[in-house]
């Protein structure tokens, strides 16, 4: 090859550049766009019959009107959520009494049997078994529902309309409008959120989706949010009224959730990632009746089994690390104990307890389990009877015996907000931030990320703890 | 044109059922490289998924693919490598979806890009198709959604399109599994040479320009005998694509062997 002859032809192509103008790329586009035209002038025939194309415009006027867009979003989002506070009851409670009641005691009887000693028996059986069991009953059947009710509206199309909706919205908090799709994948899980992202062609929107993917409540996080407020804030309501008031705080915890990304965009773009706002084309796609079970089995395995599986891996080493440091003892105090007693000073500023923070801290690797543990830690704390020893989680196979424990660990209304709210504002899960170290390559991305929500759910839980303890 | 590319019509032998093998992730040891093409929510992924056997999920929503998902199939005791592009409506921009695609057609030297587009917006699809057939000799236009095409009253005469395109043109509805034995048969074909393509270059390009293409394309040829699109590389070159430039500084594009 004769690099002179190379450098000849990249000084022709600067030459020739020059000569032919500016519009060059512009009549480019045009020669290929009346090219198009003239093949599909000889090739397509239309009939006059237009029904589904006016369809589709009928529905999008609809959803994607300014007065009717958002009321339809929250009837949706909330109509998902209902189906799957209702519908994962039953399958839950079955798994439990499965898992828990019958498999449990069984394990326990043939480690003694094959002569384990007390705390290999305790460490595989009460520690290990019972984090994955309960994590298995409590989040498979919620998500079991969730995520295909997800991936049927996915595939219809209505994704692409929810960006649609809140492309102002973005706009104007000075972010991209594609956030609105990776924000809506966050709501299944984060780290797919944050991987989404990539949609994103400018660097300085795609840190500001990066950053705020974690305010989408997650699939880890629904449980906890269900379940609390379940015994908590239907209880304060006529029972007649209770699955709906919980629905209402559950669909509220997580438009909270949406204004915090709102506002932290805003806050980012103004400050530290300061620039113009992008514009794209977004394509509505047409709306297309999915292959219903085809889409239920592929969400099924690619993302209910999958999420489910990383809970159980993170379940695993997190049920024999709680069970570990509630049996060794340093002085007369058990690592656990003696952990849930410093931190319960802050605890009480935010509203919240030793036991909560505590249990936040072993949660790290996977949200999934934050109830499991807190309900073990409560029962090491409190001493209720009942449990099977130090670090062994309750048989919990119902919501009333879950309650009655929370209570006993000193739980009220205000406490049940709380770990509501700091579940929607705390650091991402360990998948997560490797998910967030991976895509941004920067160390000091990655810690803002990690951090923001724990400082900001911080603030607000001190703040309506502080109020709350004023006027009520 | 005189010499007639062959339309999947014309070569259609039965498609041999049983020599087909999905092979989901198991990419080594092939024997040729197909990459997938098209504009985003065509159903590249759902095509790509009945190809490969795979179950990566796919969404109604535009750019959903943001990985490059690769997979495999067998057909007749022939390895072929999938390679899913991400969708982008031209690649003539300098967006990063846009460079990973041309840049796999250009440098990946696939054997066969399938073309996947929304057979009820043509004309729009067409765009990205006449881009990748200046880059390309070995192409499949894969005319997706035919399904939805039908219910709108959409017809579409597929021997006059494969004509004008120069290449084959297979309608398909991938998420009812239609057409896919088709696909596959024309992908053995293309890759084995029983088919040969003539695909359809720009015209209407004004005088000034294709001037000017020509003259730098005919350097190149001189250059590089055996460069194949060196009509797309001019265009690259006055268009002061930064890679390509590289490309020529450092000698890969003359190791290209199509």
Known sequence: ?472 | MENKAKSACDTCTHFNADGIKKLGVKTDDFDFVVAFAGNPNTGKSTVFNALTGLRQHTGNWPGKTVIRAEGAFEYNEQKFKLVDLPGTYSLLSTSEDEEVARNFILFGKPTVTVIVVDASRLERNLNLVLQILEITNNAVLCLNLIDEAERNNIKIDIRILAKDLGIPVVPTSARFQKGIPELIQTISELANGKILCKPRRIKNIPQNIENSVKELSDKLEKEYPNILNSRWIAIRLLEGDTQIIEALKTGKIATNEY
């Open chain 1, 1 to 472: 090859m004769n690099t002179k002859n190379t450098d000849d032809i990249i000084a022709l192509s600067e030459e020739l550049r020059w000569k032919i103008g500016d519009d060059f790329h512009d009549n480019l586009a045009e020669s290929i766009y009346s090219d198009a035209s003239k093949i599909v002038e000889d090739v397509v025939s239309k009939g006059d019959k237009k029904s589904k194309f006016r369809l589709d415009a009928k529905i999008d006027n609809i959803v994607t009107s300014r007065i009717w867009g958002f009321p339809i979003m929250l009837f949706i989002l909330g109509f998902v959520l209902w189906l799957t506070i209702i519908g994962a009851n039953y399958p839950s409670s079955m798994l439990a009494s499965l898992l828990l009641d019958n498999i449990h005691p069984i394990l326990k009887i043939f480690g003694t049997s094959v002569g384990f000693p007390w705390w290999l028996n305790g460490f595989l059986f009460d520690g290990v078994y019972l984090a994955v069991a309960w994590v298995v009953a409590v989040m498979l059947p919620p998500m079991a529902i969730f995520f295909p009710l997800f991936t049927l509206l996915e595939d219809f199309g209505y994704l692409p309309r929810v960006a649609f909706n809140m492309d102002n919205l973005f706009k104007k908090a000075g972010a991209h409008g594609k956030q609105a799709l990776t924000m809506s994948m966050g709501f299944g899980c984060n780290a797919a959120g944050v991987v989404a992202t990539r949609i994103i062609d400018s660097p300085r929107e795609r840190l500001i989706a990066i950053i705020t993917n974690n305010f989408s409540l997650c699939n880890g996080r629904w449980p906890t949010q269900i379940l609390l407020a379940t015994i908590f804030i239907g209880a304060v309501v006529p029972a007649s009224y209770s699955s709906f008031a919980s629905l209402l705080a559950v669909v509220g915890i997580a438009v909270l959730g949406i204004f915090f990304m709102f506002f932290f965009s805003w806050a980012l773009s103004k400050t530290v990632l300061k620039g113009e706002v992008s514009t794209f084309n977004l394509e509505l796609p047409p709306y297309r009746p999915p292959v219903f079970w085809k889409t239920i089995y592929t969400s099924l395995i690619d993302r209910t089994l999958i999420v489910l599986w990383r809970a159980v891996v993170f379940a695993a080493p997190a049920g024999a690390l709680i069970w570990l440091i509630s049996n060794i003892f340093i002085g007369d105090q058990s690592i656990a104990s003696w952990t849930v007693h410093s931190l319960d000073g802050f605890g009480f500023l935010l509203g919240l307890n030793g036991v909560i923070l505590l249990a936040y801290i072993v949660a790290i690797p996977a949200n999934e389990i934050v109830i499991p543990t807190i309900l073990m830690l409560t029962v090491m704390v409190t001493g209720v009877s009942g449990g099977a020893g130090n670090g062994v989680m309750f048989e919990l196979d119902s919501v009333t015996a879950t309650a009655n424990i929370l209570k006993s660990g000193g739980w009220t209304l205000l406490t049940a907000v709380n770990v509501m709210l700091f579940s929607l504002l705390h650091n991402p899960c360990s998948t997560t931030i490797y998910t967030i170290y991976k895509e941004t390559n920067n160390l000091k991305w990655t810690v803002v990320a990690s951090i923001l929500p724990v400082i900001a759910g911080f603030i607000i839980t001190f703040l309506v703890t502080q109020i709350w303890r004023i006027f009520i």
